[in-house]
């Protein structure tokens, strides 16, 4: 399969342009891809109707990846010094949050090509890089091979064997529940290269299929799942496969050190996956709390859907900003990623599987019927979230990366060693973004985490603001109350102690708070960093008032004390004037929600038009 289109936009220069327009701040390139994919209310082949159909047929989305690689996504999956598309990582973020709004099945299917391919472009192995990124930018699929059937995601208690030879290597073992294993030319697997296994034991080898004698290899049956039912989780048995010394990933024992920088990068943007399913859901939970009459009023009248539907929308803002900074934070604090990773791919899936919750209470028994409303699509949206979560590392797995680092992260906080412009970068969307980095990406971040430190002194700039603009005083103290919460929890981080056999359970309550306290952080920089800009844009309701800020803040500020009871001080019960503010608050923020979902654009905080436009 080849192609000959660049992507669904134009390609020039070789530094990273932003994301956003840096006149009006929106997403150009989500807008450019959702209008080629067609409107998803019709028939074609990223349609809720297709998507509904080959669900329940278990069928994989063959129609809509032909689609995309005949618009040239897969020329994303490449950096751009390979010849590829990719510039900025945020723009990955972008493409996969629009396809994901559509159908996570194929978000995952087509999308996985990256991740089978990203070993190769955090190696620097130039030569195998380029012969990589002709084969992807050939349409080839590729698939990355970690995974045993006993093993899980214990990469050092792998079994399948490289064995020397002259000139290469003999294959032998089994990889399973690995995406693509079947459809997939290409699989760049982890093996074991030296007897004795250990951190230097592994490495890796990017396997040509087509190269192999048949005898030495065979698929394994597709696995029925939950969710993503039409997506290709087989696996691969290989019987002595020879292949050939080229086919070295980097240099021999660095496979785990190499995958485990690379999820650092996939971690970071498996976060689209969840934004998109977020925005679906609550795209349909508002749709039928508008058209649902009951008691002589639509649902949409009732208090109870008002503020669920306002909830979670600021959450879904509050996700956005977080994922932003960490896509952006790939190319400005590569040394930090393995805290902003790991923060990221534990609390993005968390909080949309919490708004998916939420919103199926809005719909009832409709969240559960298959044929009764909207083609099914919230039993189908739910049932493909929930494997987010486990993807590149499941939520413990990340949680525990964090309790690891206690100590490092407890003792330089909060971080201020930084230069200013690499804050501008971080989290201003109309920064220009340096290129990857891929020698700077490290398993600890040494220096503590450069984000989470910005949270006290961006929250004094928030106060001063607020000194000069009252409408900003709510977000202030809640900026506040998050600062010094963090301030606790990286007390009582550093006062943590490892018990045998890994972290005691407190500390992964610590680590769920600190990730809360990240996300605050994110929310803060992206504010002071962009509300300018913002306010020019079509979302200049959000940033005006502090709308979206207060909102999201508050909605934080619950969810810590929630992770860690007692880290944000006393909890009172509030004053009715507080309640009504409170009620004041979400409701200003449904009217923007309602805003945008009239005006048929992207739930988020900058603007964004989406093909299938204003509701009927």
């Known amino acids: 399969m080849t192609t000959t289109q660049a992507g669904p ?42 998507a509904a159909s080959e669900d ?42 629009t396809i994901a709004r559509r159908d996570l099945t194929t978000a995952v299917g087509h999308g996985k090509t990256f991740l089978g391919a990203v070993c190769v472009w955090v190696a620097q192995d130039f030569a195998g890089a380029e012969r990589l990124a002709s084969l992807v930018a050939a349409g080839e699929p590729v698939s990355l091979g970690l995974t045993e059937r006993t093993h899980g995601s214990d990469l050092m208690a792998g079994e399948v064997v490289a064995e020397h030879t002259d000139g290469g290597y003999l294959i032998t073992g089994e990889k399973w529940l690995i995406n693509n294993a079947t459809r997939g030319r290409l699989v760049c697997l982890l093996a074991r290269t030296a007897p004795e296994g250990g951190p230097r034991g592994f490495s890796l080898l990017l396997v040509d299929k087509n190269e192999l004698p048949a005898h030495t290899y065979r698929t394994l049956p597709k696995v029925h799942t939950l969710g993503i039912r039409g997506a290709d989780i087989s696996g691969v048995a290989f019987d002595r496969a020879p292949v050939h010394g080229s086919s070295l990933v980097g240099r021999e024992g660095e496979g785990p050190e190499t995958v485990l920088k690379a999820l650092q990068i996939t971690r970071s943007l498996c976060t689209a996956l969840s934004l998109g399913a977020a925005d679906h859901g609550l795209r349909v939970a508002h749709r039928f709390a508008a058209e649902r009459e009951l008691y002589g009023r639509t649902l949409l009248d009732l208090p109870a859907a008002r503020r669920t539907l306002a909830e979670t929308y600021a959450d879904l803002l509050a996700m956005e900003a977080l994922s932003t ?30 708004i998916l919750n939420r919103l199926r209470s809005v719909l009832g028994a409709r969240a559960f019927l298959r044929d009764y409303y909207a083609h099914g699509r919230f039993q189908k949206l739910e049932r493909d979230h929930r494997i987010v979560g486990i993807f590149d590392g499941n939520t413990m797995v990340n949680l525990y990366a964090l309790t690891a680092q206690f100590r490092t992260l407890a003792r330089f906080h909060p971080v201020h060693d930084r230069e200013p412009h690499t804050l501008a970068a971080t989290f201003s969307y109309a920064e220009e973004l340096p290129g990857l980095r891929p ?122 004390e929630q992770a860690v009871p007692g880290v944000t001080g006393p909890q009172p019960r509030p004053p009715a004037a507080y309640d009504t503010e409170l009620e004041s608050l979400f409701e200003r923020l449904l009217a923007r929600l309602t805003e945008q979902y009239e005006a048929g654009e992207l739930f988020s905080l900058l603007p964004g038009r989406i093909a299938e436009g204003p509701p009927c």
């Open 9 to 50: 936009a134009a390609h020039t220069g070789t530094h990273t342009p932003p994301t956003a327009d840096a006149a009006t701040l929106r997403w150009r390139l989500a807008e450019q891809l959702d209008e080629r994919l067609g409107d998803p209310n019709g028939a074609g082949p990223l349609s809720y109707a297709r």
């Open 325 to 354: 900074v960490a896509a952006r934070s790939i190319h400005t604090l590569p040394d930090e990623l393995s805290v902003t990773s790991a923060v990221a791919k534990y609390l993005v899936p968390t909080v949309v599987d919490d």
């Open 56 to 97: 329940v047929a278990e069928d994989f989305p063959a129609a809509a990846c032909e689609l995309l690689g005949a618009l040239g996504i897969h020329h994303y999956y490449i950096p751009a010094e390979y010849g590829g598309a990719l510039t900025g990582f945020p723009q990955l973020l972008e493409i996969v949050r």
């Open 439 to 560: 020698g700077q990406l490290s398993l600890l971040a040494r220096r503590g985490s450069t984000v989470l430190g910005s949270l006290p002194g961006n929250a004094e700039v928030l106060g001063a603001q607020a000194s000069r603009e009252p409408e900003l005083a709510r977000a202030a103290a809640l900026a506040r109350t998050l600062a010094v919460a963090a301030d606790q929890l990286h007390a009582r981080m550093r006062a943590a102690r490892p018990v045998p056999g890994g972290a005691p359970v407190e500390s992964f309550d610590l680590a769920r708070g600190y990730s809360v306290c990240f996300a605050a952080a994110c929310c803060l920089g992206v504010w002071r960093h962009n509300r300018r800009l913002a306010q020019q844009s079509g979302t200049a309701g959000h940033w005006r008032d502090g709308l979206w800020l207060e909102a999201v803040l508050a909605r934080l500020t619950d969810r810590l």
